[in-house]
């Protein structure tokens, strides 16, 4: 290489610099209905990657060029390589825009021009398809055609059939077309045969097609006719596709429209696997055997519970159901004879129970004699009030519940278990002795072994003495008599026992079968004495339980706690009350959370005759319900719901009509007056219903609107405001919302502690209801002898007292042959032309009454004074 060209290379070099190898700018598309989109769209320059020789290779092509013999005065000149273009300016916002756009459209249009090629190809083989089927018939019919002809003139047919093809030509234009008619006229010249033996065998195919009428052919040929090319269509589908791809459009996005398409989804996929499978087993599935199903049809039954029951279709049903005239819909009920008639319809079996088989009935239920053990006697202490049954219990368990009763009474059941010095359990129940607990004693007296009837040796018999001696023999437990408070120096034994022989129970020592102590709960004297007979009274009665069964256990009391939700006492009759067991009692169900034994202490199981706290129940039971173990929760569901319902039905049923109910229902005199209650316990909360029932009388009843266990919440005061009815809170406070509630809507609110001072207070609120007493005294009577005008309107009767006075401003009521007319008073009294203040009898005077004209002669005036007195009830 010579200087020359040295310096031409060294001169070419391009400088050194930065430039932008990506040019970004925006597009703006527009739409229609006027719509407009702004999108960033980057161009990337492409960069030549080029060989060293060939860079240098281009500027010697110029030095190459001939030219006439430079001046050798000026070499360097005339070897200089050619001035290098100079370097292109950046573009500016304009041209970018306009680079933009063109890419966009040749993008647009490549994917356009793809489309319209796919579719023309699509179009020309369907052509092909359609001409190929057109020749293969029309070549199969020829060879029909050369058959015939060859079994009609065996010597003569192949020249005729060598002549005739190439007469039919293609169509012009056609190629494809005619190069297959070509090679069928062909085909057949070249191998004409000269005799019958040389000619090829004809071609068969199997069915032949019978000929066709001539417009059939006609027809064939038209639309065997290549159709005309379709207009590229643009596919719609794609473009919508396009429009929901969001974010920023790239050129390579544009250039790809495949990208983003949506795939196959799983279900279709899965739908085809198991088409295929289908396919590879022999075509459709076999239809499956029709399966017979026990069915249980109640008394009632919806139609779509009965479908459902039978697995079939509800819309089946009804069709049924409407060829056999009943017009009904899925959701109406049918009775058992009707689905029992769709039950045999469909092919089911039917199973016909009644609504009272939901219930669960354990009273035939038995458990086998080798299968019982041993259990603790369940004692009930009963007795009048303040004769010291707690107190006695306090004793046998050496604890001081007394203390904390309200008013030194119990008002609450209690269930304890204590344990003997020879390490025996007995089971105590201990019950109210006021006189409103009543159903308290009568519960007591039913789920006990033996009832400790106490009687205070300085009192004597009382009222509720008699009544537990009543729930005694009601109940026919045996019964043990413990006379208390012999320590008193009034104390007399002797005369109790004699006492109690009015009402048939005679004690050991006057020489009858009942057991008598004399014991002393403050002294502690005759105790052990106490515990001896109740465990002898047990050896006799040999009481005994199956442990190894599911538990049965009767609601001695229930209550709602505040942290602990419903909380229910109950005591195992039979059977082991495990925690885990699901549950029913009475119209609630449940799932033992936890048992709690009288000590405060959590236990894992209980057995017969034991008394427990249960913690786990969907609402508060009733005292006195059943608890029974079931299997899983959607029986205990079952079956509270079925109670559910028939205590409904219960409680809003109607009386029958008769003359009592509708004179008692015409007579609107009676006062109403409402009470909410709530108590801490289920078995307080009934006895303050009952008390409160009792005050009622012909002028003025009770109306309990509510009555439930726990505190006092918002839905109770809201529902005596409603009312204007006081909330009786028994040993329950309100909520702080309640509160707020209570002082917007100015609501009375009662709290008491002890019952007695309830029921009186209630009662004097009952009393002003109705007001005071009114008491008439009649004070005399006169007769009318005559009337005479007193001013413009008023009358004056001329009367003769017939018995007592008559007064000035005293009641009066003029009757008239025994009936009233008016009841007045008297206005003015005279005699002669004197006022008086009154008249005695015998005497005649001059009355203006008031209010009334209406006086005859003849009329009766009765005169009385109205007392009224304080009501009570």
């Known amino acids: 290489m010579s200087d020359n060209d040295t310096t031409t290379t060294t001169r070419t070099r391009k400088p050194l610099g930065l430039k932008r190898a990506v040019e970004s700018g925006e597009v703006k598309q527009t739409f229609s209905h006027g719509r407009t989109n702004k999108v960033a769209v980057e161009v990337k320059r492409r960069r030549k990657l080029t060989r060293p020789g060939e860079e240098q290779a281009a500027p010697e092509a110029p030095v190459a060029a001939p030219a006439p013999a430079p001046a050798p005065a000026a070499p360097p000149v005339q070897a200089r390589a050619p001035t290098p273009a100079p370097t292109p300016r950046p573009a500016t916002a304009e041209s970018r825009r306009e680079l933009q756009e063109r890419l966009l459209r040749e993008a647009e249009e490549a994917r356009l021009a793809t489309l319209e090629a796919v579719s023309r190809r699509e179009v020309e083989e369907r052509q092909r398809a359609l001409e190929e089927e057109r020749r293969r018939a029309e070549h199969n019919r020829r060879a029909e055609e050369a058959a015939a ?32 008619e070509a090679g069928s006229a062909a085909e057949p010249s070249a191998e004409t045969p000269t005799d019958e033996a040389a000619a090829p065998a004809p071609r068969r195919f199997t069915p032949v097609a ?140 039917v199973i016909r129970v009644s609504e009272s088989d939901v219930d669960i009935n354990t009273s035939g239920d038995v458990d086998p004699e080798e299968t ?44 304890y278990q204590i344990t003997t010095k020879d390490k025996q359990k007995i089971t105590v129940l201990d019950t ?36 537990a001696i009543n729930h005694t023999k009601a109940a026919g437990v045996p019964m043990i008599v413990a006379i208390n408070k012999i320590d008193k120096q009034n104390a007399n034994p002797q005369r109790v026992r004699e006492r109690l022989l009015e009402h048939e129970v005679m004690v050991e020592k006057m020489s009858g079968e009942v057991q008598d102590v004399e014991v002393s709960a403050k002294t502690g004297a005759g105790l052990d004495q106490l515990i001896d007979a109740i465990n002898l009274q047990a050896e006799l009665l040999d009481l005994k339980a199956r442990p190894d069964r599911p538990a049965e256990a009767t609601v001695i009391e ?32 449940g799932r033992v959370r936890a048992l709690v034994d009288d000590k405060g202490k959590q236990i894992k199981e ?46 809003t049923a109607t009386a029958p009509a008769n003359l009592d109910t509708m004179f008692a229902g015409l007579n609107s005199a009676v006062i109403e007056f409402p009470v909410v209650v709530k108590g801490d316990v289920q078995g307080s909360v009934e006895a303050i219903v009952n008390a409160l029932h009792k005050l009622s009388n012909d002028e ?48 009375e609110m009662k709290y008491h502690d002890v019952i007695y001072a309830l029921t009186e207070e209630i009662a004097r609120e009952m009393a002003g209801e109705l007001g005071p007493l009114r008491i008439e005294h009649v004070v005399g009577r006169a007769e009318v002898k005559q009337v005479f005008p007193a001013g413009k309107k008023d009358k004056a009767a001329g009367l003769l007292v017939v018995e007592g006075i008559i007064r000035k401003g005293l009641h009066a009521r003029l009757t008239r042959q025994d009936v009233i007319v008016s009841a007045t008073t008297i206005a003015s009294l005279r005699r002669f032309k004197d006022d008086v203040d009154e008249v005695r009898t015998g005497l005649e005077c001059g009355v203006v009454l008031a209010d009334t004209n209406d006086i005859r002669a003849g009329d009766q005036l009765e005169v009385f004074e109205v007392e009224e007195r304080e009501r009570t009830l």
């Open 149 to 180: 002809q060859a079994a009609a003139a065996p010597e003569t047919a192949p020249e005729p059939a060598a002549e005739a093809e190439p007469t039919s030509a293609p169509a012009p234009g056609d190629a494809s077309a005619a190069e297959a």
């Open 700 to 747: 003025i009843k009770v109306r309990v609107l509510h009555s439930g266990v726990g505190a006092i919440t918002e839905s109770d005061v809201t529902l005596a405001a409603a009312s204007k009815a006081p909330v009786i809170g028994f040993n329950v406070r309100p909520n702080a919302k309640a509160r707020q509630l209570i002082e917007r809507d100015k609501v």
């Open 558 to 589: 229930a209550q709602l706690d505040k942290g602990r939700g419903p909380v229910a006492t109950v005591l195992v009759n039979r059977g082991t009350l495990k925690r885990g067991d699901t549950f029913v009692a009475g119209t609630e169900s």
């Open 606 to 651: 209980a057995g017969p005759s034991m008394a427990v706290e249960v913690l786990g129940l969907g609402g508060v039971p009733r005292a006195g319900d059943l608890l029974t173990v079931v299997e899983n929760e959607q029986r205990a569901r079952e079956v509270a719901e079925y109670r559910q319902e028939k205590a409904t039905e219960k409680r």
């Open 372 to 415: 019982l053990r041993p259990r603790p006697p369940v004692v009930t202490i009963m007795g009048h009030v303040d004769h010291g049954k707690t107190s006695l219990l306090d004793a046998l368990r050496g604890t001081d519940v007394a203390k904390g009763e309200a008013g030194g009474i119990t008002q609450h059941i209690g269930a």
């Open 210 to 349: 019978r000929p066709e009428p001539k417009k059939v052919e006609k027809k064939r040929e038209e639309r065997s006719k290549p159709a005309a090319t379709p207009p590229a269509r643009v596919d719609r589908a794609a473009e919508r596709a396009d429009k929901r791809r969001g974010g920023k459009l790239t050129v390579n996005r544009a250039l790809n429209e495949d990208e983003g398409a949506r795939a196959r989804s799983l279900a279709a996929l899965k739908r085809a696997r198991e088409k295929e499978r289908r396919a590879q087993m022999g075509g459709k599935s076999k239809p499956r055997d029709k399966q017979v199903r026990d069915v249980i049809v109640p008394e009632a039954i919806t139609v779509q519970e009965l479908a459902n029951r039978m697995a079939e279709k509800g819309a089946d049903l009804v069709k049924m159901l409407f060829n056999m005239d009943m017009m009904v819909t899925v959701n109406q009920t049918i009775d058992a004879d009707t689905a029992e008639l769709l039950v045999e319809e469909f092919g089911h079996n």
């Open 432 to 467: 109210p002795g006021h006189e409103a607990f009543t159903q308290m004693r009568a519960r007591g007296a039913n789920v006990t072994d033996i009832v400790v009837l106490v009687v205070a040796a300085d009192d004597g018999i009382m009222p509720q003495t008699i009544e």
